[in-house]
């Protein structure tokens, strides 16, 4: 099993570090997958027991200059660890105005991620920082546990407001209430509600517009049956939806959620090279 990779473009390394920094917010720990031209970042606590989940892919090719991975064997040529995302944010921050990064997994005391960060100096020798990561790795018999989430079928799905406003909102929300329902309908309208004994606050957005869904025989799918107008709606826990809002450092081309009423809210963020997925179960 080996991996090693290196970043020498400035603008690939920083975008590499915002999105890490967007997965630290969103995970204490998680899984980091690694394929010969994929990289995923998973986090699967069990929603059915209140737990997110979440799901973000990156290209390879999009952020590194060299990438060589052998996996656990031939016929999974694939590696699994588990890590503390902090760790790798800390790491990097180091590397903002670097020459070079270089990431390996190393194995000296304990299995770890190393990774080193050549800093311009002034003189010809150059500067090395290095960082170890202590990481763990996740056998082969535990694989299927960390499969990519399958997409509910949806009663709605909705593209989001601008993501800051959004966010501005739910901030000021999270004061008056521990939960916050989230409600749309296929007409391109999505409401974000708290009630409580004392207060009810309401904000609409509207003229959001609906993605196109086929579902895998090429039909519409099942949302397309509903009335326009109905809503669909969840109540969340606001800290979980506030986390994955104040943690967007990437900033997403395509924005959208898919509700299922009453069960769970779906988030998917697009930017060119990296999609993240977020699920977020609903409150009883």
């Known amino acids: 099993m080996r991996f090693r990779a290196k970043i020498v473009d400035l603008a690939c390394l ?39 989940s979440m799901w973000c892919e990156l290209c390879q090719g999009n952020f590194f200059d060299e990438f060589q991975m052998e996996g656990v064997a031939a016929e999974h040529n694939e590696i699994y660890l588990e890590l503390v995302p902090e760790n790798l944010a800390r790491a990097l921050k180091t590397a903002q ?75 000021r929300m ?49 949302a397309q049956d509903r009335d326009l107008e109905s809503m669909a709606e969840a109540r969340i826990d606001i800290k979980k939806l506030q986390q994955l809002l104040a943690g967007q450092q990437v900033n997403p081309t395509k924005a959208l959620c898919n509700i299922v009423s009453k069960r769970i809210v779906h988030f998917i963020l697009l930017h060119e090279d990296v999609s993240l997925q977020y699920f977020i179960p609903a409150l009883a």
């Open 174 to 222: 999270k004061n008056l209430s521990n939960s916050i329902v989230i409600e749309a309908n296929l007409n391109g309208e999505m409401n974000l509600k708290i009630e409580t004994d004392l207060v009810s606050v309401t904000t609409h957005f509207k003229d959001l517009g609906n993605p196109p869904w086929t579902s895998e025989d090429g039909c519409q799918s099942s």
């Open 97 to 171: 105005s670097a020459k070079a990064v270089k990431i390996k997994l190393t194995n000296k005391h304990c299995p770890c991620l190393r990774v080193a960060v050549e800093l311009p100096s002034l003189s010809s020798s150059s500067r090395i920082v290095t960082h170890d990561i202590p990481v763990g790795v996740i056998p082969r018999r535990l694989w299927n546990d960390f499969r990519e989430p399958s997409v509910p079928d949806f009663d709605v799905s909705i593209y989001l407001p601008v993501l800051k406003t959004m966010k501005s909102v739910v901030e």
């Open 14 to 52: 920083n975008h590499f570090s915002r999105v890490i920094n967007t997965i630290a917010k969103l995970a204490k720990t998680c899984t980091l997958r690694l394929t010969v031209s994929k990289l995923y970042f998973i986090l699967s606590d069990k929603v059915a027991n209140g737990g997110v």
